[in-house]
């Protein structure tokens, strides 16, 4: 019974680090996008402007 308890809170401990470093890697990347966006914006208005 303590082994199949153990395989139990195993399991849903990788599931919960699974789904937080699955959280932390689109974070990442979303705000890489953002940035990535915002830093070509300004440089798009900059070369406008000559």
Same mark, same amino acid.
């Given at each position: 019974? %303590?082994?199949?308890?153990? %395989? %139990?809170?195993? $399991?849903?401990? !990788?599931?919960?680090?699974?789904?937080?470093?699955?959280?932390?890697?689109? !974070?990442?990347? %979303?705000?890489?996008?953002?940035? !990535?966006? $915002?830093?070509?914006?300004?440089? $798009? @208005?900059?070369? @406008? @402007?000559?």
């Amino acid at each position: 019974m %303590i082994h199949l308890t153990l %395989i %139990i809170v195993d $399991f849903l401990t !990788g599931l919960l680090a699974a789904g937080a470093w699955a959280l932390a890697s689109a !974070g990442a990347g %979303i705000a890489a996008l953002l940035g !990535g966006g $915002f830093a070509g914006l300004t440089l $798009f @208005r900059r070369w @406008r @402007r000559k």
